[in-house]
């Protein structure tokens, strides 16, 4: 007698499971109320063409001269004209770290910014003007004047800034290339700089992911 | 006789012709979705195009296709996506990555420092996008034990929970999609690292 009642009731639980599934699914499927807008009268050829003129203006975007593609999770910089490949290069990107400012309440996230971009200046040995953070993270008092935040030598030969502060430059700590190490700007080793400098122009797009 | 009968109605059952209505109403979906993709193009940020047709997901930026995942399975639940760019309104995971906080002074000694950063390895494999209009993507990994440990609880899940959801929606009347998506691990991780919220993209339809 038991038995029965327990099987009854599984039976039952088991039905209604399948029942609210199938329910579920079928109304699921219901297709969504359509408001067909612009598409609504034209006919399947002209959309076919519309569609595929679409496709191809999209995929004519890529430049067909010299373009930087940085993948910041890899750590890989790509040169690239059209869909080649010209050179690859090991970088270092953002650490995604955090550094609070405990006097001024201000707040600095060290990620290499994502989107596109182009190179806005380009410098032949660069001199750093070290910003508040590089003294704050390192316990140091900001300096008053503007010549004691300079640094040479710390960006390497070149640079090349592409916009709010941020800069593709070289680099002393060649063996962190490859790790995400950086205060949002993107360290490249010398030769690979070098390269770079040399086929960038101002205006040259930068693809940051 | 009958076997012939019963094998065209099997047949016409199992791989039914696409009708003029379907195929016209599917070109419509597509323009609507390409002309989003357009628009999107032409603005400076990232976007992500999820092929479920051709099983692939792009990174895009400009119309440029930055990076592309397989996708290993697609599942999906409810209604269809909606023909708009989508917003990632956010990224739920069981164990979410987080940034490490640098104190002031802590560099000053950096000569035997060890490296503590936020890197892709960080990132989680398995999560749930979530984008507005009620569109839920849940990434999966698809190979390893644990994966395949993960992806039969989460089997679980869709066998219980999905029918009910999909049911509450559909009596109040509400948009609601979920789609799983099995994805390599290391592709997983990339994603998640570049799609961030705030992030638009465009799903085409399966």
Not at chain 2, 125 to 144: C, K, M
Request: net charge positive.
């Amino acid at each position: 007698m038991f038995r029965d009642k327990k099987t009854i009731l599984a039976s039952a639980v088991f039905s209604l499971f399948l029942l609210m599934w199938g329910t579920g699914f079928y109304i699921g499927m219901w297709p969504p109320i359509e408001t067909e807008g612009k598409g609504s009268a034209r006919s399947v050829s002209r959309l076919k063409s519309e569609n595929q003129y679409l496709k191809q203006r999209i995929k004519s975007m890529a430049p067909n001269v010299f373009y930087i593609v940085i993948d910041s999770g890899k750590n890989r910089l790509f040169l690239k004209k059209g869909d080649r490949v010209i050179h690859e290069a090991v970088v270092s990107c953002g650490s995604g770290a955090v550094l609070r400012d405990p006097d001024k309440k201000t707040t600095w996230i060290f990620d290499t910014p994502r989107g596109v971009f182009t190179v806005q200046t380009k410098h032949v040995a660069p001199v750093w003007t070290k910003p508040d953070w590089a003294f704050i993270e390192e316990g140091e008092k900001i300096p008053v004047t503007a010549q004691g935040r300079m640094e040479t030598g710390m960006l390497g030969d070149y640079a090349l800034g592409f916009g709010s502060g941020y800069y593709i430059h070289g680099t002393l700590y060649t063996r962190l290339l490859g790790r995400n190490v950086t205060h949002g700007c993107v360290r490249v080793g010398d030769e690979d700089l070098k390269t770079l400098f040399a086929a960038t122009d101002i205006g040259t797009r930068i693809y940051i992911f | 006789m009958l076997i012939k009968i019963l094998l065209l109605i099997s047949t016409l059952i199992l791989f039914p012709s696409q009708t003029f209505g379907e195929n016209r109403a599917s070109l419509v979906k597509e323009n609507q979705l390409l002309r989003e993709e357009w628009s999107l193009a032409k603005k400076p940020n990232l976007y992500v195009v999820f092929h479920l047709k051709e099983k692939r997901i792009q990174i895009k930026a400009k119309g440029i296709s930055l990076r592309e995942f397989p996708i290993h399975h697609v599942d999906f639940w409810g209604n269809n996506v909606p023909d708009q760019a989508l917003a990632l309104v956010k990224k739920s995971a069981l164990v979410k990555p987080s940034r490490k906080t640098v104190r002031p002074g802590d560099m000053k000694e950096s000569e035997d420092f060890t490296l503590d950063v936020l890197e892709i390895g960080d990132m989680p494999a398995r999560y749930t996008l979530v984008l507005d209009n009620r569109v839920f993507i849940s990434i999966r990994p698809s190979e390893g034990v644990t994966s395949k440990f993960g992806n039969t609880l989460s089997s679980l899940e869709d066998f219980l929970v999905r029918p009910a959801v999909t049911f509450w929606y559909a009596v109040r009347g509400k948009q609601y999609t979920a789609l799983d998506l099995g994805l390599e691990k290391q592709d997983a991780k990339a994603l998640y690292w570049s799609f961030t919220e705030g992030a638009k993209c465009i799903v085409y339809p399966q």
